[in-house]
């Protein structure tokens, strides 16, 4: 019998970025890993509603990926939700995603150090970029007809010629 790293890793915004899945499938690579997502439920991040779809989003991209990932929607406080998870005889290390400096609420108050005094685990910590909004389009409008193309003879007929 192998023996297995489980991994509890801590995330939201981040949580499905390609930054925290580089990081997860390295520590996978180094050996046999399990890993437990806890995405807490900010109220400013839209509850526990949004936190569950964020939760289901980045499993599914996990398990895609070939780790052995499941996870729970933890308490909107991210330290509360840690100390709620956190147990030594369970899990040998913590991974900690947030945004950029410029971005984060988690690393303006210290998050993954506090992490690391709370639990006296090893911390590792992701920076992951913020996700991109998707682009709004709308097709193009629709032409009655063949007089309605613009082709490049049609400015001919703006000379205002009359028919003869």
């Not at 790293?5 to 690579?29: G, M």
């Not at 052995?68 to 308490?75: I, K, M, R």
């Not at 369970?90 to 400096?101: F, G, K």
Request: charged letters at 25%.
């Amino acid at each position: 019998m192998t023996w297995k790293r489980n991994v509890l890793v801590i995330a939201n915004v981040t949580a499905a970025s390609k930054e925290l899945l580089a990081t997860l499938k390295q520590k996978s690579a180094d050996g046999a890993c399990s890993f437990t997502l806890i995405v807490p439920a900010t109220p400013f991040g839209g509850g526990r509603e949004a936190a569950g779809e964020t939760l289901d989003e980045a499993l599914a991209q996990l398990r895609d990926a070939g780790l052995e990932a499941d996870g729970s929607v933890g308490d909107g406080d991210p330290l509360v939700a840690v100390s709620e998870a956190w147990d030594p005889k369970r899990y040998d290390e913590i991974v900690v995603s947030t945004l950029p400096m410029r971005f984060s609420k988690w690393l303006h108050g210290g998050l993954p150090e506090r992490i690391g005094r709370l639990t006296g685990a090893p911390v590792a910590h992701v920076v992951s970029e913020p996700p991109k909004a998707p682009l709004a389009s709308s097709p193009p409008p629709v032409r009655d007809g063949p007089g309605d193309v613009m082709g490049p003879l049609k400015v001919l007929g703006w000379g205002g010629h009359k028919d003869q």
